[in-house]
Each structure stands twice: as C-alpha cells, then as structure tokens.
C-alpha cells in the first residue's frame, strides 16, 4: 500500500498529476469526489473534472465520512483517489449549519474533529505494515490487505493573510491538515505550474 499527498495552489495542476499517477499505476481506479454541486460554478467545475477523466474509473461521491468511505473501497488491486482534502474540510465546517463569528475565537464543531482524526487513524494504521492494530470498529487495516490511496489538496496559505475569522481559520486548520497527511504518507509531492516537486519519498 502507498499513500500520497499531492498538494498545490489553484489551478497548480495538481488533481491533472494525481489522475496520471492513477492512470500509470494500472489498477482499478476509484474515484472519491468530496465535492457536491451547490451552485452553478461547482457545477462546471465539477462537469469539467467529469469528462477530463477516464470511462472506466468508478466515482464515489462522499463529503463528510472520508475515512469510512477509504476503508471501504480501498482493497488490494485498487487505487482511491481522493480530490480534494479542501472540499472535504470545508464540508465538515459547515455540514451542521453552524455559524461563525466574524471576529473571535472559533470553536469548530465536534464532528470535523472526529472525522479528522478518523481519517488520520486510517492513513496511519495503513502505513504501519502488517503489524497495526485493529480500528475502533474492530477491523485491522493492513497495508498489504490495502491498495494505494492518493490524496489531493490545496495550498491556500501562500498568498496573503484572507479578512475574517473563519476564513483564517480555515486557512490555519487546511495548512494543519496538510502537514498531518504529509507526515503519515509515504510521498509528498508539491505541484506549480503544472510540475511536480517531490517533497517526500521516491519519486512518483
């Protein structure tokens, strides 16, 4: 089993390099789209990233459960893409209609803390080897009873300093996600301009 990051800024080119990572691996590839249509724009969005990939690939769409949903389609033969990291937290968020404050502390809400660390447990447990021990729900996640999983995500903490406390804090909690997936994955791989730099592991 391999797990890898692929991260970069808008419009970097980084779910492009993850979907050739998925295409040249030559298994069964699973499609996990955290993103659901909410207005027109995510919409074309989502239509565009629909036709850029390949026939055969199954999609799975799941905003919120992210590492139940791992644990379920990623079996030995299979590769789980998984586009994006960034929808996904700003889904957990948001998902029980909570609002923020403009000014302030923010206190985020208890499911995106579980769901977070869940997704954490799953990536770590399955980079342990044979020898990691069962999840909560009893099941042992082995990395070779496991196929390949990569994860996109955006860098959104590069540009300027975004107005508003729950816009920073977005920011702050994306770049501590980002360092947390890092960390547990095999590869990290940073995409600009449409080229890959590769941060961590062997190269892709």
């Known amino acids: 089993m391999t797990c890898t990051l692929v991260f970069g800024g808008a419009r ?4 492009a390099y993850a979907e050739q990572l ?49 644990q379920q ?3 030995p033969g299979r590769l789980v893409l998984v586009d994006c990291l960034t ?3 700003s889904n957990l968020m948001f998902a029980d209609g909570t609002e923020y404050p403009d000014v302030g502390e923010i206190a985020l809400p208890a499911r995106f803390h579980a769901e ?18 069962a999840t909560a729900s009893g ?4 990395a070779d009873t496991m196929g390949d999983i990569v994860l996109v ?25 980002n360092q947390a997936v890092a960390a547990v994955c095999d590869r990290a791989v940073f995409v600009a301009a449409g080229l890959p730099l590769v941060l961590k592991g062997a190269p892709c």
Not at 156 to 169: E, N
Request: hydrophobic residues 45%; proline residues 5%; contains cysteine.
């Open 12 to 15: 970097s080119g980084k779910s």
């Open 22 to 70: 998925a295409i040249t691996s030559s298994k069964e590839v699973v499609y996990l789209a955290t993103a659901h249509a909410g207005d027109g724009e995510m919409e074309v969005r989502i239509g565009h990233h629909q036709r850029r990939r390949p026939a055969d690939w199954r999609t799975v769409e799941e905003p919120l459960a992210l590492a139940q949903t791992l």
């Open 73 to 75: 389609w990623c079996t």
């Open 87 to 89: 929808l996904w937290l």
């Open 116 to 133: 977070r660390a869940a997704l954490l447990d799953v990536l770590a447990r399955a980079a342990d080897g044979p020898a990691a021990p």
């Open 139 to 142: 099941a042992g996640l082995e």
């Open 153 to 177: 995500s955006n860098e959104v903490g590069m540009g300027i300093v975004p107005y508003g406390a729950i816009s920073r804090a977005f920011t702050d909690e994306a770049g501590r996600l």
